[in-house]
């Protein structure tokens, strides 16, 4: 056993943009040698590996507590991932460094998890960790009036509506949450409208990390009624409740986490170590990323609404780049970018929704400011085009290849998914809304020469 005193200082490491270890003190470089790896190579132990590609990905700094194996243990140890600008790789200090034996698994609890969640199944289908279909019983479709081939890789709602329970929930979502077994989840099948009741049991991959659900389907007679079902969103195949709840259920409490976090961090109640007020930065950077991902959710099902409008109302469009530039100065001032917003005297006036308006040109300066090199500058024009009073954002970034230039628009899409960025709803969202103004969102851009993007909403004639 590799005995080493949790007492002992932080351990550092340095791991280049490549993914390869260039720096590393005894402990980090011991440790990855023993995994195979060595200065100069790619980093060997593979939970170190997956929270530098993570930190790469997302380009923040973020602390977590992992179990590294080493031999025939394993190591306790609290690693800070600091994403390096410079190099574009990232610096680790760990602490906590503590060896305790290897957990030793009962034999496949999985396994009869399944066999009795199936045990009353009418058929069973299984999915992969993102909700996406595997399998799904052969002789399912045929029965009961769907074709169970091309669901194979689709989300599992395009083969059942979910509906709440008798106490307004979806087990689903909180067993999805803490990859654990649910039961009794109302449903109808998709193409019949026949109402069935699910369960299922979390699939585990070899690392014992969560891989799905293998899940059961029970038929429901008319005597066992369910829940009314909820009108969905067709994009979506979610009930319009969703986002409601989703929003009731998560804002406050991370608005609360993000609070208290700021609080520890800023060390209002008193001296505290350096290491915990350095945790608690990365857990209010973390909630603010999560609180941002529902507000996108939220917009993303308003605006996929039938019935979604948004008000007309004579607003100064160059006002309202001002007001957006300012809301993203303090951003722009850490990462080292300039805004160059419109003057106090500049003004453009056109139709559209203020909040509206304000959001889509927080987004596309956002993304300039976020892709801007370091000293960059990003220009902020409002200018008369015919019809249409149009704010140009424009950028020093490396640019947009034509190829990509229609994708960045769809819903997730991100060209480089190892960049820092968001959920990739951004301008999908920011274009669905300036069409409904009358408006639009275009980007004009080569790789190389930075992004200009357009936003258009109707003149007004004062």
Do not use: C
């Amino acid at each position: 056993m590799n005995v080493i005193d949790p007492g002992l200082p932080s351990v550092r490491g340095h791991v280049d943009g490549a993914g390869r270890l260039i720096e590393a003190d005894s402990r980090l470089h011991d440790l990855n040698a023993r995994a195979g790896g060595a200065i100069g190579a790619p980093l060997a132990v593979p939970q170190l590996a997956t929270l530098v590609r993570l930190v790469q990905r997302l380009q923040i700094l973020v602390s977590r507590g992992i179990v590294a194996a080493d031999g025939d243990d394993d190591i306790d140890m609290w690693v800070r991932a600091d994403p390096d600008a410079e190099s574009g790789g990232v610096r680790l200090s760990i602490t906590g460094w503590k060896p305790r034996q290897p957990w030793q698994p009962i034999a496949e609890p999985d396994a009869r998890d399944r066999d009795f969640v199936r045990s009353a199944a009418n058929w069973v289908w299984e999915t992969d960790s993102a909700l996406r279909l595997t399998s799904v019983s052969a002789d399912a479709g045929p029965r009961h009036g769907f074709e169970a081939a091309p669901l194979l890789g689709q989300p599992l709602t395009r083969l059942f509506i979910l509906a709440e329970d008798a106490s307004g929930m979806f087990p689903i979502l909180g067993a999805l949450a803490m990859r654990q077994r649910f039961d009794a989840q109302p449903a109808q099948i998709r193409a019949t409208g026949r109402p069935v009741l699910l369960s299922a049991a979390p699939r585990l991959d070899i690392a014992g990390s969560f891989a799905g659900f293998a899940g059961a389907t029970q038929m429901v007679e008319t005597v066992h009624p369910l829940a009314p079902i909820v009108p969905q969103t067709a994009e979506l195949g979610l009930p319009e409740a969703f986002s409601t709840r989703l929003d009731k259920a998560l804002r406050a409490p991370l608005g609360r986490i993000i609070a208290n976090a700021d609080s520890i961090n800023a060390q209002s109640e008193g001296p505290l170590r350096q290491d915990y007020a350095d945790y608690a930065a990365d857990i209010a950077t973390a909630g603010r990323h999560l609180l941002g991902l529902v507000d996108d959710l939220v917009d993303l099902q308003a605006i996929e609404r039938a019935d979604f409008v948004v008000a007309a109302e004579p607003i100064d469009i160059a006002d309202v780049a001002r007001r957006a530039a300012g809301l993203l100065s303090v951003r722009a001032a850490a990462a080292n970018v300039r805004i160059d917003r419109p003057s106090a005297q500049d003004s453009l006036p056109a139709t559209g929704e203020f909040r509206r308006a304000l959001q889509v040109l927080v987004n596309l300066i956002g993304n300039a400011v976020r892709y801007s090199p370091d000293d960059g500058m990003v220009w902020i024009r409002a200018e008369r085009d015919g019809d249409f009073a149009a704010v140009v954002v424009a950028d020093q970034g490396k640019g947009i290849a034509l190829a990509d230039q229609a994708r960045i628009f769809e819903k997730f899409e991100r060209i480089d998914v190892t960049e820092p960025g968001g959920s990739g709803l951004g301008l999908y969202i920011a274009r669905r809304l300036a069409r409904a103004m009358g408006g639009d969102v275009t980007v004009d851009s080569a790789p190389g020469q930075g992004a200009r993007f357009v936003f258009t909403l109707p003149f007004r004639n004062i």
